[in-house]
């Protein structure tokens, strides 16, 4: 959309260019390279018809020699005078151009970089010319360490995730020096938390020059800060509340009082729900943990980030991409599962008795399997013990699942010979193709991004009609073809073609439900279950799995969870997480807050058990499905 409002514009220079009396100043010949782009790119108005592009593309080609010309001329004593006004808008072209011209190489560090200096050209910018740091190497280390606040440079560079564009270092700045600013910048007055935390969820890596004390320093300014930032300033209250109330017939209600979620559960529902399977039903449904085709809600989606929290984010290389909404869901499903464990605490049940129940007694009666064996926490042990129970049984659970698939019995032997740290998206699953995902097609994330990114071309219409996505814009409007701009039609004409929606000449809608609920399920949970769908829904798979938009494969997470489980447990994928898994097996969980900490960290392994056992439990439900209809 950003080129469409310039490729009128880029015609009239190409048409206006005079080799004989080309512009001289930086700005015009930084505008005619640009404009000799677009042509050559083929971003030319579609009114435009085919000789006349011919000969734009014909126009266009001396424009090559006159730039290099230009920049030929450039030498130290002329540098300042000729690149000082250069709009800031094509500062990456200038680089570019001084670096593919050979600019660089034969203008001296001192007389370039005051120049671009002199242009307002940032180090950050210069960093990003892989010539430019290889030429002046030198100078720039020197650069780098004058200051504290350049080690947010470095630390973009080793541990910054999503940057726009890959930066350099000098070949002779070293991990030492890397540390050294790094130390100087969490000392400094006022460094950015949001780079202390990249630095305090770092892995410990000697090549970036991050070492364990440099986290653990990171870490306590990064807390000292937060702490007194919010002494200081009194915020905005934002959260969750669960109650249960006693006059509520609704099973659950959902309202949003400010920026507080306050749910509240019907103690009737409650009550009439305490047998086991309930129970686990009331995780699955009650409180949506899984409650579409047995894909987990828990884990981060990127399609749950917007906009600006896209655009604006610091994230780190290795990071796991949470956001607002899996934040708020996360706080709201802890919550529900600590309130459920003491309300049937209540009730004389133990939840991990009930998890006890469905792996020893339920699997037995329901599918006939027999093997598993889980080990609740004694009611005397404290959270620390629990925690370190529920964790080793976790694992246990997932190997018995694995040697199941994989052998048809379990054989506790063998899982104590090969225990090892989990890794859960290896899991198996007895399932073909359970589930689909996305390729790196560009078709199926063009009409992906189409249908539900705020950042679509497609949201906008006027002031009237309008919406968050696509989607949200047909539902809440009548939205004609012919009140589309003209840039949006191209796209529309896409999802025309491979009947996502249609036109029925006063409004354009979504044509195929079935299609629809497999690119909903690809967007929201970044897979589909092939298993659970209908047979129009499979049909579109398997054309979109042919046309190699998508790929089957088989596990018993999908990746999204298993990337939740990793984050929440280990260091396998993501240096961000807590680790618990790993924290508490070795005994290196924090000594402070007493067992408060532990109580916290039990409520979050019983979820991620509950969450575990949910897809168990779907997984043997299938298979109960395909062997019913086989028979």
């Known amino acids: 959309m950003a080129t469409y409002w310039q490729v009128h514009r880029a015609v009239e220079v190409v048409k206006g260019f005079d080799p004989a009396a080309p512009p001289d100043g930086v700005n015009g010949i930084l505008e005619l390279h640009n404009a000799r782009l677009f042509v050559e790119s083929g971003f030319i108005p579609t009114d435009v018809v085919e000789e006349d592009r011919k000969a734009l593309v014909v126009s266009a080609k001396p424009i090559e020699r006159t730039i290099a010309q230009w920049f030929g001329a450039l030498e130290d004593d002329n540098l300042a005078d000729m690149l000082t006004a250069v709009d800031w808008q094509y500062h990456e072209h200038l680089l570019d151009l001084l670096a593919g011209l050979g600019v660089f190489g034969r203008c001296s560090g001192t007389?370039?970089?005051?120049?671009l200096d002199g242009a307002k050209v940032h180090i950050c910018d210069m960093l990003?010319?892989?010539?430019?740091?290889?030429?002046?190497?030198?100078?720039?280390?020197?650069?780098?360490?004058?200051?504290?606040?350049?080690?947010?440079?470095?630390?973009?560079?080793?541990l910054g995730g999503g940057m726009k564009k890959e930066s350099f270092l000098p070949a002779n700045f070293t991990a030492a020096d890397s540390r050294t600013l790094m130390e100087a910048y969490i000392d400094s007055a006022e460094p950015n938390p949001n780079y202390l935390r990249l630095i305090a969820d770092a892995p410990i890596d000697s090549k970036s020059g991050v070492d364990a004390k440099l986290v653990v320093k990171a870490k306590r300014r990064y807390g000292a800060m937060n702490e007194n930032f919010f002494k200081t300033t009194p915020g905005v209250k934002t959260g969750c509340t669960v109650a249960v109330s006693s006059a509520q017939f609704e099973p659950v209600k959902a309202t949003l009082n400010n920026m507080v979620i306050e749910y509240t559960f019907s103690q009737a529902w409650l009550e009439g729900t305490l047998d086991f399977?309930?129970?686990?039903?009331?995780?699955?449904?009650?409180?949506?943990?899984?409650?579409?085709?047995?894909?987990?809600?828990?884990?981060?989606?990127?399609?749950e980030r917007r906009g600006l929290e896209l655009a604006f984010g610091i994230n780190g290389v290795k990071d796991y991409p949470t956001g607002h909404v899996f934040t708020a869901k996360d706080r709201a499903t802890l919550l529900q599962t600590t309130m459920y464990q003491r309300y049937l605490g209540t009730k004389d049940i133990d939840l991990e008795e009930v998890l006890r129940w469905y792996f020893e007694e339920h699997l037995l009666t329901e599918?006939?399997?027999?093997?598993?064996?889980?080990?609740?926490?004694?009611?005397?042990?404290?959270?620390?013990?629990?925690?370190?129970?529920?964790?080793?049984?976790?694992?246990?659970?997932?190997?018995?699942?694995?040697?199941?698939?994989?052998?048809?019995?379990?054989?506790?032997d063998v899982a104590t010979a090969g225990a090892e740290i989990m890794r859960y998206r290896t899991i198996p699953s007895?399932?073909?193709?359970?589930?689909?995902?996305?390729?790196?097609?560009?078709?199926?994330?063009?009409?992906?991004?189409?249908?539900?990114?705020?950042?679509?071309?497609?949201?906008?219409?006027?002031?009237?009609?309008?919406?968050e996505d696509f989607v949200d814009l047909l539902r809440r409007n009548n939205v004609s073809y012919e009140s589309l701009h003209e840039y949006q039609q191209p796209l529309v004409d896409k999802l025309i073609e491979?009947?996502?929606?249609?036109?029925?000449?006063?409004r354009i809608r979504l044509k195929d439900s079935d299609l629809f609920q497999v690119l909903q399920s690809l967007n929201d949970s970044e897979a589909v279950a092939y298993h659970h769908l209908n047979t129009r829904c499979r049909a579109h798979v398997d054309r979109m799995v042919d046309a190699e938009w998508l790929a089957r494969r088989s596990s018993l997470l999908?990746?999204?969870?298993?990337?939740?489980?990793?984050?929440?447990?280990?260091?396998?994928?993501?240096?961000?997480?807590?680790?618990?898994?790993?924290?508490?097996?070795?005994?290196?969980?924090?000594?402070?807050?007493?067992?408060?900490?532990?109580?916290q960290t039990y409520y979050i392994a019983l979820r991620l058990m509950v969450a575990l056992t949910i897809k168990i439990n779907d997984e043997f439900w299938l298979l109960d499905v395909a062997i019913r209809r086989q028979a």
């Open 111 to 115: 007389a370039m970089l005051t120049a």
């Open 128 to 158: 990003t010319s892989k010539r430019l740091v290889e030429n002046y190497g030198v100078t720039l280390r020197e650069r780098l360490l004058a200051e504290p606040d350049r080690a947010e440079l470095v630390v973009r560079h080793h």
């Open 277 to 303: 399977p309930s129970v686990l039903n009331n995780f699955q449904f009650l409180f949506e943990f899984a409650p579409q085709h047995g894909l987990l809600t828990l884990p981060a989606f990127n399609g």
């Open 367 to 412: 599918y006939g399997i027999a093997g598993f064996v889980f080990s609740p926490s004694s009611q005397k042990a404290n959270y620390l013990e629990r925690c370190r129970n529920l964790f080793a049984e976790m694992e246990s659970i997932a190997t018995q699942f694995g040697l199941l698939v994989e052998d048809g019995e379990i054989d506790h």
């Open 430 to 467: 007895a399932l073909e193709g359970k589930y689909a995902y996305a390729t790196n097609h560009s078709e199926i994330h063009t009409i992906l991004h189409a249908l539900f990114s705020d950042q679509s071309h497609l949201t906008y219409i006027n002031e009237d009609i309008r919406g």
């Open 498 to 506: 491979h009947g996502v929606v249609e036109s029925t000449g006063d």
């Open 558 to 599: 999908t990746k999204a969870e298993a990337a939740y489980f990793n984050y929440n447990l280990n260091s396998i994928d993501f240096a961000n997480g807590p680790k618990l898994r790993n924290k508490y097996q070795h005994g290196i969980q924090s000594k402070g807050n007493g067992d408060a900490q532990h109580q």
